[in-house]
């Protein structure tokens, strides 16, 4: 039997007109020998709304009770989903997380899938039953109910897709598929056909919302073909695939550019240069559970440096406390914050295979008269931080410069 896994998020079933188009298209979709494992989000903005009335009766509501609240917001959509497909004269049947069987660990919140006994969904798709089944929940060794992190019903779809060996698994979402660059900021940007798992990765790291990184890691790990595309739509969306067709992957060299504006920069300075220094720094910073992205230091002169690093912005003001604090502890100078930058990126595998990639960006925003102020590179990526008000139109001019609504089509 080919089986095929469809995620619809959130947006996709936001009220009861949309569940009712959900439910049209499912059925659409269905072939007969074909088993369908339909996977929901909550209702849009249900997730949030349960959060904000935790933290209006505490602000640290115990994770196990989070997870308790959390979890039912995608129970709510599966039934209702259910009942629309019934309803429609096809046999369905809701389950949640636990009645699947997923099995996660103990890290409330966000925990992680370990293992999914796939027997009473194969059972349902052999009588030809579509299965519905609630997303971003599961249960571990204890019996309590876990959740697997925001947008953590993608992980879900993919999970499920990897045990039953589905075809595909489809995310269905509110945009066409994976675009170069935010449309809103560059009106040429163009939907991508097609993508790699770290390309992907990569890009749904650097903002790229559309789905949850961790489901792109599984995706990777168990060879599940993505297909991201709209549910508003009928066209094709964006497949995310291994890098099998390296040549015609490797022609075009960027696939995407990226914005993001949630992080902030924190300078120490005068640091003395000595082995040891960097490591108490940063050990220091990771005890208190803070992830630093970008980190630079300068020159040393006449003994001392500045160390320059990025963090997420929702943690500058926790990081500065300690970062003074560690300053005073090895005799260091001041400790500086810039709020408003924006970091630019670009992304793709052919990167790996054609020089010059990162002249041509410095190329670009110099072109613009925007100053880099930090860089940093993977094998199949390159960061600049700039200052936030230069960030669209860097992503603009990088857009342009790397050729890429011309390069991408057909
Ligand atoms: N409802 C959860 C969230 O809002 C999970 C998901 O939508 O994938 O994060
Ligand atoms: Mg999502």
Known sequence: MNITVQKYGGTSVADIERIKDVARRV??????????????????????DLIRRAEEITPVPSE?????????????????????????????????????????????????????????IFEL????????????????????????????????????AAVLKAEVCEIYTDVAGVYTADPRIVPGA????????????????????????????????????????????????????????????EQVVIRGVTLTLDEAKLTITLVPDTPGIAAHIFKSIAQANINVDMIIQNVSEKGFTDVSFTVPRPELVKTKNLLENISGEIR??????????????????????????????????????????????????????????????????LHQAFDLDRKQSK
């Open 27 to 48: 059925i659409r979709s269905k072939k007969p020998d074909q088993g369908l494992v339909v996977v929901v989000s909550a209702m849009e903005g249900t997730t949030d």
């Open 125 to 160: 798709l052999d009588q030809d039953t579509i299965v519905v089944v609630a997303g971003f929940q599961g249960i571990n060794l204890k019996k309590d109910v876990t959740t697997l992190g925001r947008g953590g019903s993608d992980t879900t779809a993919v999970a499920l």
């Open 190 to 249: 163009f939907k991508l056909d097609r993508i790699s798992y770290d390309e992907m990765l990569e890009l749904a790291s650097l903002g790229a919302k559309v789905i949850q990184n961790r489901a792109v890691e599984f995706a990777k790990k168990f060879h599940v073909t993505l297909h991201v595309r709209s549910s508003f739509i009928e066209d094709e969306g964006t497949f995310v695939t291994e890098e099998v067709d390296t040549m015609s992957m």
């Open 332 to 397: 260091a100078g001041k400790v500086t914050v810039e709020e408003k930058i924006a970091k630019v990126s670009i992304v793709g595998v052919g990167m790996k295979s054609h020089p010059g990639v990162a002249a041509i960006m410095f190329e670009a925003l110099a072109e613009e008269g925007i100053n880099i102020m930090m860089i940093s590179t993977s094998e199949i990526k390159i960061s600049c931080v700039v200052r936030a008000k230069d960030g669209e139109r860097a992503v603009r001019a």
């Open 64 to 120: 196990r009770e989070m997870d308790q609240l959390i979890s039912t917001g995608e129970q709510i959509s599966a039934a209702l989903l259910t009942m629309a497909i019934q309803y429609a004269g096809f046999p369905a049947v809701s389950l949640t997380g636990i009645q699947v069987g997923i099995l996660t660990d103990d890290s409330h919140t966000k925990a992680r899938i370990f293992k999914i006994d796939p027997r009473k």
